[in-house]
């Protein structure tokens, strides 16, 4: 199989969605991710030999956002929805409503994020981890969708550059991108 042609504006892309997940990461959970990577180079490897995400990894995978293996999480399934959603809010940023989650989406690289989305909806539903149960899939990860858009606005400057830095060095610390978020919070509060 041919690689791929990796181009500016998809390695862009790349860093707008995974920025998307580590800001809304940052700013909703308490735990840590080890680091937030984006491919810049069709040979560049993935940087750890274990699935991302619960996902396995494949030659298509533009980045992800790497949390330490088997760690728990105490979160709503709306949060964490939310934070599958986030990357697709990320490449949305500059729209000022963030539409629907799509089937051209799901193409375009947030399978992964979507078959997530899909696994926490129906593990909350099967093991009764929420009051309600989640009875229309696509209406409620469009509700997450929009809530991640939303608070990716409020610190769009903080989006915009941890984006840059993922194109020009390829990975950041969990430390770097709350630093950029709380200093953009600052401005914001300011």
Not at 131 to 140: P, S
Request: aromatic share 8%.
């Amino acid at each position: 199989m041919a690689k791929q042609k990796l181009t500016k504006r998809h390695i862009k892309r790349y860093a707008k969605h995974e920025a998307g997940h580590a800001l809304h990461h940052v700013l909703n959970f308490r735990h840590e991710f080890e680091f937030v990577w984006v491919r810049r180079t069709p040979d560049e490897p993935i940087p750890l030999d274990r699935p991302v995400n619960n996902t396995s990894a494949d030659g298509r995978l533009g980045g992800a956002v790497f949390c330490p293996p088997d760690q728990q999480i105490y979160c709503t399934t709306f949060e964490v929805v939310a934070n599958c959603m986030a990357g697709i809010a990320g490449e949305r940023i500059n729209r000022k409503n963030p539409g629907k989650l799509g089937f051209v989406d799901i193409l375009m690289g947030a399978e992964g994020d979507w078959r997530m989305a899909q696994h926490f909806i129906r593990e909350s539903n099967e093991k009764g981890l929420s009051k309600w149960v989640v009875t229309d899939e696509d209406k409620y990860m469009n509700k997450a969708l929009k809530h991640a858009h939303g608070q990716l606005q409020a610190f769009r400057s903080a989006h915009e550059e941890i984006t840059q830095l993922l194109i020009e060095r390829g990975r950041l610390t969990y430390d770097e991108v709350k630093a950029i978020a709380y200093k953009d919070r600052k401005s914001n509060d300011g």
